[in-house]
């Protein structure tokens, strides 16, 4: 950035980029195509035994490998000089990335500047939006001083109807990692000065009650659960609270923009919509809000007597943190729009999120091994959302994953350590830009 009228740009590899992004998928947790399934893709059981015992983050050696041949895929030898030089010119450097879709999930920080430094070691890395979120945003963020007094919310593990639990949205948390979490929370609210602030939400919290949640002022908000998203509609990325579709008989006035989860037929087509389906709560929402609703009991759910923007029903606080499946989608497609730039766009200024599926603490011990004490993927979520309550909470994060480097690299690779987990996390920045007028000058020319 302190050269910005010099830019440079280097044409990546091909097949250097495609085997180095095939052994990063190979070593996560997301199900692959498989010719031994009746369904042409792996179980999660299958996917998760892969990516445990004999993916690329299940040693020490095959990570180290990993990264080496994605720096060489994804960072050409001279930026990776450069960003070498400048660290020991000044220290930390800051390393922002647009990433495009094929190269998303990239962990960057793990990635070789040289035989003995990775990334991590001399820079902080965070995401930056397309520059169109800064356009005619809905509401520009505060400032993190004037609002860290506010209390947080925290949504962990939240109950969901059975319709959900019948599609395979299970609990993500087991009761020794649920209780951990928690706990930890507690913890850091107390030894904030925290007062008055319930850890859980209520049994059955739905779209409602986080708008109600929200509209008492927030400082920050955690959510530990199930994101989903369609490949084909970035849009339908979605969080899953109690929230099903909404009949006559009962009353209920849920509305929402995302497609009802419901059974195929034999025919392959979907079921009609029954009142009780479990709706998720999409990136289209949190944008629109009601906007193309027009059933006026809908909108006096969330107080109103006309239709409302996203950002009016939900008023997102200025750091989030979406601890879930994938919940940094966006980037995965070619349109950039999921829960990451809707929440930007409704009053965020931090997202930290996960470039992919996390394998749960239930099958570290279960498939990896690890003992039943550690507890890897809560010991993640409490990580983030003790950094979010910093001022710095991505130099804070990037502090806790280096010691993480460090106990991976001198237990020569026990998979309590593993990147699996703590390298999934991104960090999307997009601060408040003040429209300023532009000064004419008699070499300004119009486009």
């Not at 190979?26 to 369904?39: Q, V």
């Not at 990570?63 to 720096?71: I, P």
């Not at 996960?354 to 550690?374: K, N, Q």
């Not at 991976?408 to 593993?418: D, K, N, P, T």
Request: proline share 7%.
């Amino acid at each position: 950035m302190d050269m910005p009228n010099v830019p440079h740009a280097v044409r990546l590899d091909s097949e250097t980029l495609f085997a180095a992004v095939s052994l990063l998928d190979n070593a996560l947790t997301a199900p692959l195509l498989s010719e031994d399934s009746s369904t042409g893709i792996e179980s999660k059981e299958s996917a998760a035994t892969r990516a445990l015992c004999s993916g690329a983050f299940a040693t020490l050696e095959g990570e180290r490998r990993l990264a080496a041949l994605l720096a060489e895929a994804v960072l050409p030898e001279a930026l990776r000089r450069q960003l070498g030089e400048r660290f020991d010119a000044q220290g930390i450097i800051h390393v922002r990335i647009t990433p495009s879709p094929r190269i998303a999930r990239v962990p960057w920080e793990l990635l070789f500047v040289d035989t003995r430094r990775r990334l991590l070691d001399i820079a902080v890395v965070t995401f930056d939006p397309p520059a169109t979120v800064h356009a005619h945003r809905s509401v520009l963020p505060p400032h993190w001083d004037d609002v860290h007094h506010l209390p947080p919310l925290h949504i962990v593990d939240p109950l969901l109807p059975a319709s959900a639990l019948d599609h395979g949205f299970r609990q993500t948390l087991a009761g020794l990692s649920k209780n951990a979490l928690l706990d930890g929370i507690s913890d850091e609210i107390a030894a904030t000065g925290g007062t008055d602030v319930s850890t859980e939400v209520p049994r059955k919290f739905d779209r409602v009650a986080l708008s109600e949640a929200l509209k008492t002022g927030r400082s920050r908000m955690l959510y530990f659960g199930h994101v989903s998203a369609r490949p084909d509609e970035p849009g339908s990325a979605s969080i899953h609270l109690f929230d099903t579709a909404g009949g006559r008989t009962s009353g209920n006035d849920m509305w929402g923009m995302a497609a009802v989860v419901r059974p195929p037929m034999a025919s392959g087509e979907m079921v009609p919509i029954r009142e009780g389906y479990h709706l998720p709560l999409c990136a289209l929402d949190f944008l629109l809000g009601t906007q193309q609703c027009s059933d006026e009991k809908v909108w006096r759910r969330y107080g109103s007597n006309r239709r409302n923007y996203g950002h009016e029903i939900w008023p997102i606080p200025c750091r989030v943190a979406l601890i879930a499946c994938e919940g940094g989608v966006d980037f995965r497609s070619a349109e950039t729009f999921g829960l990451v730039v809707a929440l930007l766009d409704s009053g965020a200024s931090l997202v930290t999120t996960t470039r992919w599926t996390l394998p749960t603490d239930d099958a570290f011990h279960r498939i990896g091994g690890v003992r039943r004490s550690v507890l890897p993927t809560a010991d993640l979520a409490l990580s983030v959302d003790r950094a979010h309550n910093q001022a710095n909470p991505v130099e804070a994060v990037a502090k806790w994953q280096r010691s993480r480097l460090r106990e991976w690299e001198s237990s020569s690779g026990e998979l309590a350590y593993s990147p699996i987990v703590w390298a999934s996390l991104t960090h999307t920045v997009a601060d408040a830009r003040p429209a300023e007028p532009i000064a004419k000058s008699a070499h300004s020319s119009s486009i």
